[in-house]
């Protein structure tokens, strides 16, 4: 009998310490719009804060997209496990296996979401015990009769942060904020912390003509820089507002005494370009668009550490299973980067970064050297990232550009054959393979 109580003590001991899991995850931002990243007079405190309380990791990629709303594949990637190509074959009727949630529940997780839904598979009402309200990947507006959309969200997961404080069963709460995402819209003190004629803009947003072969730009010709520190300023307020509510949920999670013990994750979908490179849009694959905050905090994980390796972004799915102890199945294409969080280090997650947009662009980053390529206009671009980090030197032009770029296609070939990737590069760029 004392056995049996022991081992029925054992259990719920085990089932207690498995950390809650938050995913917080916004629309079109990029790491430019995060304080603790660096660039510019952001106003991020609390995301800033998780930050210092954890890990971060400024070369986040996501791989690509097939539609020009690019949060659709990257939520879909990140949900399912599986890279762009197999992730663009996903319906409702066909998925390569259960869901981010469905795989947390089956751990015993009481699972609640709120916000953006925007992921190609299962709806969110058919995988989650909970959810609040769910709103469109394209709002008309965020002044909704209840309020703005914003503030909506974090009060809904600060809502459930306070019922789950009553019961016993760990939970997963993903809050999937709309903005930065247009139109934004948002109170006048947020727009007044960010005075147009103070925006600082990056050194590859110039007056011009746009990047002839971004099909995607929100924007027309020439390129205006004082428009782009308007939409600068707009995106800033935007981020601020949604960090505030981030700092509700913060403040939550500690009054209710479920800090300590929770995962925190903070990411984007992937970025956005306002005026970068000739690009006023996400449909690009520089860096500032293809990259996206990622912080991970939780119990045993280091604090305050910046890590450089490039990763996905979708790989945060293995990584939560691998948290809570949970097998990573055979399918799943992307890593854990639960060693990588645990014991920092330089080393590399992958050898090279593929990334894809439609038909109409690829790239690979490997080493110092990244590849842009526009296969149905026969051209690309070729930057040494750590010499140039903004992409505005194209190294194609030198003389001894070939021998990198015949090795950077090496490696790119190697990934179409990894992720089913039936675009004949050969065709655009056979110089290189001879």
């Known amino acids: 009998m004392k056995?049996?109580?022991?081992?029925?003590?054992?259990?719920?001991?085990?089932?207690?310490?498995?950390?809650?899991?938050?995913?917080?995850?916004?629309?079109?931002?990029?790491?430019?719009?995060?304080?603790?990243?660096g660039f510019g007079k952001i106003n991020t405190p609390n995301i800033d804060s998780l930050a210092e309380s954890g890990v971060y990791f400024t070369n986040a990629y996501n791989m690509g997209c097939w539609s020009p709303a690019v949060c659709i594949p990257s939520r879909t990637m990140l949900f399912n496990g599986v890279h762009l190509w197999e992730a663009s074959k996903i319906n409702k009727t066909r998925v390569p296996g259960p869901s981010l949630t469905e795989r947390l529940k089956g751990r015993g997780y009481e699972t609640y979401f709120t916000g953006k839904w925007h992921a190609w598979g299962k709806?969110?009402?058919?995988?989650?015990?909970?959810?609040?309200?769910?709103?469109?990947?394209?709002?008309?507006?965020?002044?909704?009769?209840?309020?703005?959309?914003t503030d909506i969200v974090g009060n809904e997961a600060v809502s459930f942060i306070n019922d789950a404080a009553k019961k016993d069963d760990p939970f997963f709460l993903y809050v999937a904020f709309n903005a930065p995402h247009v139109p934004r819209q948002t109170e006048q003190k947020y727009y007044d912390m960010?005075?147009?004629?103070?925006?600082?803009?990056?050194?590859?947003?110039?007056?011009?003509?746009?990047?002839?072969?971004?099909?995607?730009?929100?924007?027309?010709?020439?390129?205006?820089?004082?428009?782009?520190?308007?939409?600068?300023?707009?995106?800033?307020?935007?981020?601020?507002?949604?960090?505030?509510?981030?700092?509700?949920?913060?403040?939550?999670?500690?009054?209710?005494?479920?800090?300590?013990n929770s995962i925190i994750i903070f990411m984007s979908d992937h970025g956005i370009?306002?005026?970068?490179?000739?690009?006023?849009?996400?449909?690009?694959?520089?860096?500032?668009?293809?990259?996206?905050?990622?912080?991970?905090?939780?119990?045993?994980?280091p604090k305050n550490i910046r890590l450089r390796q490039r990763l996905y972004l979708q790989d945060i799915y293995p990584t939560i299973l691998d948290f809570v102890g949970a097998d990573i199945p055979d399918y799943m294409d992307f890593k854990s980067l639960k060693t990588v969080i645990e014991k920092p280090s330089e080393d590399d997650v992958y050898n090279s970064i593929y990334l894809a947009m439609f038909d109409d662009q690829r790239s690979i980053i490997q080493d110092d050297y990244k590849l842009i390529m526009y296969p149905k206009a026969k051209v690309?671009?070729?930057?040494?990232?750590?010499?140039?980090?903004?992409?505005?030197?194209?190294?194609m032009v030198k003389s001894n550009s070939k021998p990198i770029v015949k090795k950077l296609l090496k490696a790119f070939v190697q990934w179409q054959q990894e992720t089913g990737d039936a675009l004949d590069i050969r065709l655009a760029f056979p110089e290189y393979f001879n």
């Open 194 to 260: 960010y005075p147009k004629d103070e925006v600082v803009l990056p050194p590859s947003v110039k007056k011009g003509p746009l990047h002839p072969q971004i099909k995607y730009n929100y924007t027309s010709a020439p390129l205006n820089p004082n428009t782009m520190r308007g939409r600068y300023q707009q995106n800033n307020a935007m981020v601020t507002h949604m960090d505030d509510r981030i700092g509700d949920i913060l403040k939550a999670l500690k009054e209710k005494g479920l800090y300590e």
């Open 380 to 395: 690309a671009e070729l930057y040494n990232l750590k010499k140039d980090q903004w992409e505005t030197n194209n190294l």
């Open 273 to 301: 370009s306002f005026g970068e490179n000739g690009v006023a849009g996400k449909v690009c694959l520089y860096d500032v668009s293809a990259k996206a905050p990622l912080i991970i905090k939780g119990p045993g994980i």
């Open 123 to 149: 709806s969110a009402k058919e995988t989650f015990d909970h959810f609040g309200t769910i709103t469109p990947g394209q709002l008309k507006t965020y002044n909704a009769p209840e309020g703005h959309y």
């Open 3 to 37: 056995q049996l109580l022991v081992l029925v003590f054992l259990f719920s001991l085990s089932t207690f310490a498995q950390p809650n899991i938050i995913l917080i995850e916004s629309d079109d931002q990029s790491n430019l719009a995060v304080g603790a990243y």
